[in-house]
């Protein structure tokens, strides 16, 4: 039988071809750590692309891309309101517990994984303003959200106006923000609203190991810089992963790869009907799916996660073949 | 004028063709994190090396390596004792107070940034048990030392009857230990002795960003995988740090790239006289030069950092030319 | 007008004269720290109180107390299981995540602020054993719960053969230790059970500012004696917390200041009914109580807190003059 | 034979009458915590001592006073730079790593375990302005210094404008300033300089276990009040804290038990000659003593501790009786 058709996960696909190319080519020696050309690029580029003056620094992985920007506004007596199922809470080992030096995640509920003012508000509003009780210091929202939901732009909005209200820092969770952007027109900035910090992931999304930290307040670049260094994450030849964020930068490839993978989970969207479970915003799909489809589905070479014990995940790449994706939407047409 | 003839530092060479090759045939997907095929080989192939069972688990630094290791021998309320001028005291940016929790470094003195038993007995034995002072928990050296220094077998056998006397863990940076382990002769298990953990380095040695921590406790290794994924330093496609690692380890590349490093600094050694601070014992060259003669040799097109105002450091690497270290050792002898 | 009858918190009662004349007593010096005579008691005290071997040290509060035990449990990287209202998680101002380096509160829901075997297992067990989830390592219980409740010993031994089962440390905020152990019947030992350590409280019970940190696995109080340090919770004039602890235990003064409280809070809930929202189980009430009742009972010069909107908590304390309890027995009871 | 004559330390001193009558006076139930009406009185009576505003709080230690403040100025990668004796880096246990979350101790040569301009700047200078090495973000100086030196107003003056000049805080660990106060011609605001905080000891100099933290840049008062929660050091019954620090400021007990310590310290002193190692500014003399002389001051019933080899440490205290010092004077003058 031959290999299964992947809709695993996004997170193992293999590098894109020009992701490669530039990694080659960034391979004569250059300055050390983030002294290169190539690192050098990185806060220009992402200014240009978001229409607005930020900092930019890479990072191996999407967890650390998240706690370095934290990072910058939580203080270790405070608190971090995220969703009560984000992957920070979730799927990171207590990751924030470590770089945050024992901040507290304070769980917020919402529909599809996403925040809202009036729930941040119902989770904080009671908290005393006494010392006993850890303050809240800045809110974390994740684009597309751990359900494959996006937040619109006004959704951003309304969040954007209630952080700063409370003077609450916002900081956004891009592992898949590419998604978000195609799903929402293709506008970077209007994707990431007007956040505080942004962990843009490329991984995903065909790249290798290098994600971005974008810093929208760039004074806090060098605290940042400093924090990298310490958690272990400056690698010596850094222009291999500037090389691979340029890459997808250029002309716009995570863009054209995050709608290669939308359509494809919107294709499968399309044989899905009520057993959705959530709107497909991005690349991810949740289906109700009894233990025997399921079974009948993976009996067709489909291989896709179970979703506790009535439902199941499928996720899309970059590199999805359209055919697998439509075989797939027909199959679960059929059950 | 042709680029400068490159002694800085071996932390930015290109990464060996071999090493590519075996990224490149990783790009097929498989399982992610460190659940695919290449991951799962490399306890078995450092046990092979080692001629003990060890757990081997990659890492994209030698700061994080290092700072993994130590946190399975170190307390919060604990010291590790090192060199004064150990590369985690001075150049890690604090990466140890940040793994460890606060733990406390505690300084040696040594000659060659190597460590004694005596030396740990003259700064540990004054400490008084009681718990107002922090206690030795553990020992860290560096193969090679920060001085381009290697210990010898009965040196680290020294160090090993101190350390299991004193109920102390020994780690090893090795972030050139391939260098020591090619001076020494060759034997990766007579280069590391009986230490309890090593960072054991590649990304100087040809690879690009994966470096090896050894545990030979390997009971240790489930935590330090928590560890690892709490760092954010468990990448998602980790099979390519993997096959990096796996390349050098395949047909003692590791050895060869180290070899070839010593010889060019063996090359350059011999035109040196007594302007050597410290014997070649590796890849790297502490001279006595003053400020003419290295404004002399930069003329001359070679390119290396001033260590202090009397000195200059040289380091060779997998990649430097033969002729080139040959017309540094000649340039040097003719000053 | 007088000054008002309090039954606001039991936290901020007088010293009882007992403590004070033994403070006083302890006033000619002695060894610093924990070396004098009286400290130096401690172990045996409690191990002869609970009938089984275990150490004891003081500490100025309980929240270092619950801390310190319950760093001898859980890693960094681990998690500890705690009911979503208890203390730990709402009231002490994030100190286990200080701590405990960061480790996470896995919170439980169960009635009366008490955990079952069945609620934790709930919660954990859904985790999976990989390194991107926080695995449990211990479980804290309060005795008395946040809301007024004791464990009976069935319901320790439950909790217990449940933590052993799932290799857990077990943890028992007991900052009204004395008021459960005087309903349970009197039995340090029983209302202990098994735990693994105890936060002995007797601040509220008539002391000054001394809690017992009882490790009954005495081999980990050299490790909490450092940590205690670290804290800075070491006073260096230790005897005069060592002096209040002992005039406690003398003659079960804990145990009679307990019994005084409990049988104030019984006088109050008898004129209750069924406005009481728990059993009363200890010495505190909470009861439901209309803003307009509040008002009246406050006009009869009751102090009290609001317990939300509709609700009142009350706590008597080991200096509640039974007057006052009855009379606001009989006040509930005519509104 | 009779006690001996106590010469240790005056850490383990009895509590002053009139402390005692203070904290007697509060116990009649007041608000919780620092909710009480002597809690609040500090702020005002600190900023009338040292003539500028300031916040001040208690806590129950030396080590807590320190390390509460220092949190508000020296970030976790950030660096201390303090004496290589000084009492936070050999004698609190590893305090600052804790409550610093793992910044670095930075050790600083210095006469008479003081620190100067000159000597900071030899430390500092050399660090390179890259993220590979710890900045420093503060000093920490002790008065009296841990030899029993004091700085004068000029050295501290001179401390400042450098600290101002390289940004750095400026932190004062005063466990006996008291005593430097005194030695000074009494004036608080002179013995402390421009400082940005200290911890005001009074334990050592007639209290029972209460500190302050005074902070001179009250903005950070917030701060340090939720991370003194956070560490455990809130006590409930905060008043007899309190208490005991507004009994020592009134009519300047403070200064008067310090003048009787420096006394006794000076007719001490008188007896010594060219044994003392140290100029006595305070109430500490460290002295050359051989063996056999020591033995033969401990056959003469003084109490002491050995200073290494040749020497020995004698403390005064409030409490020191003025025949004691004089007889210890004339017994070592008659060595």
């Known amino acids: 039988m031959s290999d299964p058709m992947p809709f695993l996960s996004d997170n193992a696909a293999p590098v894109h071809p020009k992701v490669w190319e530039a990694m080659r080519a960034a391979d004569s020696a250059d300055n050390p750590y983030d002294g290169d050309a190539l690192s050098a690029e990185l806060d220009a580029r992402f200014s240009d692309l978001f229409g607005r003056e930020c900092a930019a620094l ?25 969703h009560e199922e984000a992957h920070i809470e979730v799927d990171e080992g207590g990751a924030p517990g470590f770089y945050l030096h024992g901040a507290k995640l304070m769980l917020c509920a919402g529909e599809g994984a996403k925040l809202t003012p009036q729930g941040i508000a119902a989770l904080i509003d009671p908290i005393r303003d006494d010392v006993h009780q850890v303050q809240a210091y800045a809110i974390s929202i994740t684009q597309a959200s751990e359900y494959g939901r996006s937040y619109t732009p006004a959704e951003l909005s309304a969040l954007i106006d209630f952080a700063k209200d409370r003077k609450l820092g916002l900081h956004m969770d891009g ?3 590419a998604n978000s952007a195609a799903f929402l027109g293709g506008s970077a900035a209007a994707a990431a609203g007007g956040v505080d910090s942004l962990a843009f992931g490329f991984i995903k999304n065909g790249g290798m190991g290098a994600e971005a930290v974008v810093l929208f307040d760039s004074e806090r670049a060098a ?8 958690a272990g994450h400056l690698q010596c030849k ?12 250029e002309g716009d490839l995570w863009l054209a790869n995050a709608r290669h993978a939308n359509a494809a989970a919107a294709e499968i969207a399309s044989g899905a009907g009520d057993r959705l479970m959530h709107p497909v915003e991005a ?45 797939l939407g027909k199959a679960i047409a059929s059950l």
């Open 238 to 249: 850094g222009r291999y992963l500037a090389a691979q964020i340029l890459a997808m930068l």
């Open 283 to 327: 690349n991810e799909l949740f289906m109700r799916l009894s233990p025997t489809e399921r079974e009948a589905l993976r009996a067709q070479n489909f291989a896709f996660y179970d979703w506790g014990d009535d439902a199941a995940r499928f996720v899309t790449a970059w590199d999805t073949r359209a055919e697998e994706a439509t075989a």
């Open 223 to 230: 605290e940042v810089r400093y924090r990298r260094k310490r």
């Open 58 to 82: 890479w990072t191996a992985t999407g967890t650390s891309a998240n706690c370095l920007a934290l990072g910058t506004m939580v203080q270790p007596h405070g608190g971090l309101v995220c």
């Open 175 to 177: 592992a898949r923000f």
